[in-house]
Each structure stands twice: as structure tokens, then as C-alpha cells.
């Protein structure tokens, strides 16, 4: 074995493709360990145990599906940007199968709390960047927004019709898409 020190990433790496290969129940020390060709004590080294293993793991996951080769359309269009949004989900869907709808259960039931936590921060970053590119869109009417309708719960309802549309593998936004459209121009 390779007892050559590695890092935080290439950790998470390993754990990336072992749960894109095996699912998120073949995650352990163990394995990580072999998949990285270093001993288990590195790998406590960086995660003081298997359950901050899987919830670092997760939160990567998490990332990249919704960052994978995300970037802001070139017009800045929010509905272009939501739209590829779920494109890039639905990639990372199907490389990563059932995470999506099961990753709370690589937690145990004291562990469920972490599991929301960790999602949850991820969403907040998510939004964040779609909260950005409705503010960058010069093509939303000024009276799209109000007080009463303030943008930031807009972007929560269309995350959350968003995940809607991905959990049940709808394979398309466009009703969400012309929703947003019909609202804000």
C-alpha cells in the first residue's frame, strides 16, 4: 500500500467515484483508503470519522451536481440559467443514480439532522447564484418584483418547483421555465 500522504480532495475524489460506481452504501474508510492506495489512519487524518466522511462526501456531491459546467448564460437570462440548472442536475443524476432521492439514508437516525444541514448548505448556494442572476437580468420588468413579492422568495419557489420537477425525473423545466417568463418580463 501507498503510504504516501494525500489530500482533503483527492479524499473526496476517491469518495466521489466510489459512490458514482457503487452507491453511497459501498462509502467507508476502508474503501476510500484502498481507492486512494493510502492506510486508513490518512484517511482519519482528514475525517475523524466515517460519518464526517460521508457528510463531506455528500456535501461534495451535492456541489457538484449543481455546479457541474454551470455558468451564467451569456444574455443573462434567468430562465436560461434555471434551465440549464436542471440540465446539469439531471447529468449529475445519471452519474450519480439514486443519490439524488437517497443520500439521508447513508445517515444513521442521530445523523439525519447532519444530513439536512449539509444540504441545506448547499442549497444556500444555489440559490445564492440564482438570486444573483435575477438581479443581473436587464430584462426583468421593474414591477415584477415588490415588497409583497419580494425576488429572494421567488427564487425559493423556483428552487423548490425546481427539485419538484427533479425528484419526480420530470425530463423537462419548460412549464417552469414560461411560468418564470410570464412573471418577471
Known amino acids: 500500500m501507498n503510504t504516501i500522504v494525500t489530500s482533503r480532495e483527492a479524499i473526496l475524489k476517491a469518495c466521489c467515484s466510489l459512490v458514482m460506481e457503487q452507491g453511497l452504501k459501498a462509502l467507508n474508510i476502508r474503501a476510500v483508503a ?8 490518512a484517511v482519519y487524518h482528514y ?3 466515517k460519518e464526517a466522511l460521508i457528510s463531506s462526501a455528500v456535501q461534495e456531491i451535492w456541489r457538484l451536481l ?3 459546467g454551470n455558468e451564467t448564460p451569456a444574455s443573462g437570462s434567468f430562465p436560461e440559467y434555471v434551465g440549464r440548472l436542471f440540465e446539469t442536475v439531471q447529468e449529475g443524476m445519471a452519474l450519480y443514480p439514486h443519490f439524488f ?4 439514508l447513508a445517515f444513521s437516525e442521530t445523523e439525519k439532522e ?3 444541514d ?3 448548505r448547499s442549497f444556500v448556494q444555489v440559490k445564492a447564484g440564482m438570486l444573483s442572476v435575477l438581479c443581473e437580468d436587464s430584462r426583468v420588468t421593474p414591477k ?3 415588497e409583497a413579492f ?9 428552487f423548490e418547483s425546481l427539485l419538484s420537477l427533479l425528484m419526480t425525473q420530470s425530463g423537462s423545466c419548460s412549464v417552469l421555465t414560461e411560468v418564470i417568463h410570464r412573471v418577471i418580463y
Do not use: N, W
Not at 484502498?34 to 489512519?41: A, E, H, L, W
Not at 432521492?101 to 439521508?104: A, K, N, P, R
Not at 419580494?150 to 423556483?158: G, I, N, Q
Open 34 to 41: 484502498q481507492k486512494c492506495g493510502i492506510s486508513i489512519g
Open 47 to 49: 475525517f475523524p470519522s
Open 66 to 68: 449543481f455546479h457541474m
Open 101 to 104: 432521492t437517497l443520500h439521508s
Open 114 to 116: 447532519e444530513a439536512r
Open 118 to 120: 449539509v444540504m441545506a
Open 144 to 146: 415584477a418584483f415588490s
Open 150 to 158: 419580494p425576488r429572494e422568495d421567488f427564487v425559493e419557489f423556483v
